[in-house]
Structures are given as structure tokens and as C-alpha cells.
């Protein structure tokens, strides 16, 4: 049996800020604030794992049905990581990419993310791609609209279309599909996360809310997945 168990890539679906502060009887904005600290400790961890991407689930498209209050909090604290954290994901060679749908987003925090994009392209420790107003359905059609826009002027033909077609248009095209996704927080689904790319990857669930998921439980997963068998079908 073919074993492919180096795992190159972490997708993580951050949940449970809000039910962690509601335990403590605090705000669900100071959850928020708790879980931003956690990305900086999550991340500084992975560093030394040998993993070379994650993927972290910040902010859904659906996230923005949410509470004026709770979105400028979110809003506001990532403009604050943008500043705060740029140094740091320099000094530690950290690639930093973003998905989602840029334009739903504040203007002054697009060119933020533009530049940390530009700035830290070259780095090559560690590639944290962050999915910001991101929706996996949207993606998808964004794809399909691509190709049909390139079918119509002639640029390919409908034979063109591939999977590998598909995968070159959509936002995670500069990474591999996740290995490895973990969702915190008790909840077992996926919530319009990396539709596509999850079609072979190992699920994990855990009860820990997010702000207390830490580097343990992180080794202790990739532990699990290294004895996992995938198969991809065959017998
Ligand atoms: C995840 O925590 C963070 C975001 C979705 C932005 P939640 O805010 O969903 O926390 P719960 O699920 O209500 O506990
Ligand atoms: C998914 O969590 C989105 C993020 C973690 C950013 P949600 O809390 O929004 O998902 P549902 O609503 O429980 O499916
Ligand atoms: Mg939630």
C-alpha cells in the first residue's frame, strides 16, 4: 500500500472565539481579540513542524451577515495585525498570501494586504495564507467566470478545461490542496471552506475552542495523521 503521509499543508478553521468568551462571561469581541493572539502563536509553532503552508479560516463571506458591532471589531483587529505583525512575519520569513473577495473589504485594508503580499513574497520559510472574506462557493464561480471569459475570446477551447485548468484559476492556485484540516470548537462541517481542494484531505475535529488550541494538540494531530492511510481510491 502506497503511503503518502508528509504532510506539506494545514488548513485550519478557527472556531469557538465567541462561545470561549461567553464561558468566561466576557464579550465576543475579547474571544476575538484571544484568537488573534492564538494565529501568532499557531503560526510561530508550524515554523518548526516541517509544514510549509497553512491556511487559516479568519473571516467567512458569510461572517459579514454579522453584527455591525462584530465586524468592525474583527475589521479593526485585523487593520491592528496588518501594522502590528509585519516585522515579525519578516523576521521570521514568512510568505504571507491572502483568498477571499478583496473588494468586500475596506479599502486602506486592501493595500495593507497588498503590500505584506508584495513585501513578503521572497520568504520561503513558511507560505500563511489567510482566507478573508472568503467563501469557497464564490471562489468557485469566480473560476468558472474566468474560464468562460477565456472560452469566449477564443484564448482556449471547452476540450481545455481541466482539472488542472480549474485548479491554475482559482485562488489557491500558488498552493497545494491541505493535508491536514482541522476545525476547533466542536462543530463537524466545513462552512463554505476550500470546497474543491479538501477532496482528498484527512478531517480532524476537535472540541478545543480556538484561543485554547495550542501547540500540543497542533504535534499531536500531524502525530494522528502520520499513521493515517489515504488511499485516493485505490485498494
Ligand atoms: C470564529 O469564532 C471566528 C470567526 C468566525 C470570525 P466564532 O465567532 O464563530 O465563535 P463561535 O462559533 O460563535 O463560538
Ligand atoms: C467558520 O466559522 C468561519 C470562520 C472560522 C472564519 P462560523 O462560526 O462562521 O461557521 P458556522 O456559522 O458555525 O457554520
Ligand atoms: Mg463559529
Redesign the pocket.
Known amino acids: 500500500m502506497e503511503k503518502d503521509n508528509l504532510c506539506k499543508h494545514i488548513a485550519i ?3 469557538g472565539n ?1 462561545r470561549w468568551a461567553k464561558k468566561r462571561s466576557m464579550p465576543r469581541t475579547y474571544g476575538h481579540k484571544k484568537g488573534a493572539e492564538n494565529v501568532v502563536n499557531i503560526t510561530r509553532a508550524m515554523k518548526d513542524s516541517g509544514v510549509e503552508f497553512l491556511t487559516l ?4 463571506t ?2 459579514w451577515q454579522r453584527s455591525e458591532e462584530e465586524v468592525n471589531a474583527l475589521m479593526n483587529l485585523l487593520n491592528e495585525y496588518l501594522d502590528k505583525e509585519f516585522k515579525e512575519i519578516m523576521d521570521n520569513d514568512v510568505r504571507i498570501i491572502f483568498i477571499g473577495e478583496r473588494d468586500m473589504l475596506d479599502k486602506n485594508i486592501q493595500k495593507k494586504m497588498a503590500y505584506i503580499e508584495k513585501e513578503s513574497n521572497n520568504n520561503t520559510s513558511l507560505t500563511l495564507c489567510v ?1 478573508l472574506s472568503y467563501g469557497s462557493r464564490q471562489e468557485i464561480v469566480n473560476t468558472v467566470k474566468n474560464i468562460a471569459k477565456n472560452v469566449k475570446e477564443g484564448a482556449i477551447g471547452i476540450e481545455d478545461i481541466s482539472i488542472d485548468l480549474i485548479n491554475k484559476n482559482l485562488y489557491t492556485r500558488d498552493i497545494p490542496d491541505p493535508d491536514i484540516l482541522i476545525r476547533t ?1 466542536g ?1 463537524q ?1 466545513i ?3 476550500l470546497l474543491w481542494q479538501l477532496a482528498y484531505t484527512e478531517l480532524f475535529f476537535t472540541k478545543t475552542y ?1 484561543p485554547d488550541f495550542g501547540k500540543d494538540e497542533l504535534l499531536d494531530i500531524i502525530q494522528q495523521f502520520n499513521n493515517r492511510e489515504r488511499r485516493y481510491g485505490k485498494n
Open positions: 478553521i478557527m472556531d465567541g479560516y479568519a473571516f467567512s458569510e461572517n482566507a470548537s462543530e462541517r462552512s463554505n471552506y480556538w
